[in-house]
């Protein structure tokens, strides 16, 4: 499986923009992006996913580099219940079983 | 709401008495998997079923073992559990593998179970 690099941690304030960066330069043409995130004493869970295009959802962005090599996840406005550890994870053709990575502990100050 | 469910959230057993943990799910998917996941540590992935086809990861341990009687139910069991075991065990589910019935498919996990091995 192609490999996905993240910062151990990172922390943001409550309320201003996190951009979580992903760097994936083994990304094969059938891999696509996902993003799981795990609260606390919780069960990982979807967040987004992409494969070329830039995505949103109510949660999130998604900003994927034109050559694919890297991707951002982006939450507008961190909130509290927004600490957690965010899983950058590759799935070829988008379906294969999930394979976690060490993922990127983000803090959020009040 | 349909979800996933583990029971029970805590169990703690002894050192080389064989333990079940349960998983049940009320979202009719065809795929479940058990996760393993030590303190601090990411999920590893130990198996995964679609719909009784069985599937081992290389590296999984023989000691474990997993049955799924029917579409709702799975369990992990591990024969005899070592110190190394105690971990959290995830159970999740997706609709479908593959993209069989087309579009991504989502995983859903359980809570967990914390197992502590005295």
């Known amino acids: 499986d192609a490999k996905t690099t993240q910062p151990n941690s990172m922390e943001s304030n409550e309320e201003e923009p996190v951009h979580l960066p992903c760097n994936h330069s083994t990304i094969s043409g059938t891999d696509y992006i996902h993003w799981y995130r795990q609260l606390p004493s919780q069960g990982p869970e979807y967040v987004i996913h992409g494969l070329t295009s830039n995505v949103n959802n109510r949660m999130a962005s998604l900003a994927i580099a034109e050559d694919r090599k890297s991707s951002t996840l982006i939450l507008h406005r961190a909130t509290l219940r927004d600490a957690a550890v965010y899983y950058c994870?590759?799935?070829?053709?988008?379906?294969?079983?999930?394979?976690f990575g060490k993922g990127t502990r983000l803090s959020v100050i009040a | 709401d349909a979800m996933v469910i583990q029971n029970p959230r805590y169990q703690v057993t002894q050192f080389g008495k064989p333990v079940t943990l349960s998983c049940s799910q009320t979202?009719?998917?065809?795929?479940m998997y058990w996760y393993q996941q030590k303190s601090s540590q990411a999920p590893k992935l130990l198996f995964h079923y679609y719909d009784k086809d069985f599937n081992n990861e290389a590296d999984t341990p023989d000691n474990f073992q997993s049955r799924r009687p029917n579409t709702s139910f799975c369990f992990l069991d591990i024969r005899s559990p070592g110190l190394g075991d105690a971990a959290m065990y995830l159970c999740?589910?997706?609709?479908?593998?593959?993209?069989?019935?087309?579009?991504?498919?989502?995983?859903?996990f359980g809570p967990g179970t914390r197992l502590t091995v005295l």
């Open positions: 979202l009719n998917h065809n795929v």
């Open positions: 994870i590759l799935r070829d053709r988008g379906n294969t079983p999930l394979v």
């Open positions: 999740a589910t997706s609709r479908d593998l593959y993209g069989l019935a087309g579009g991504i498919e989502e995983q859903f």
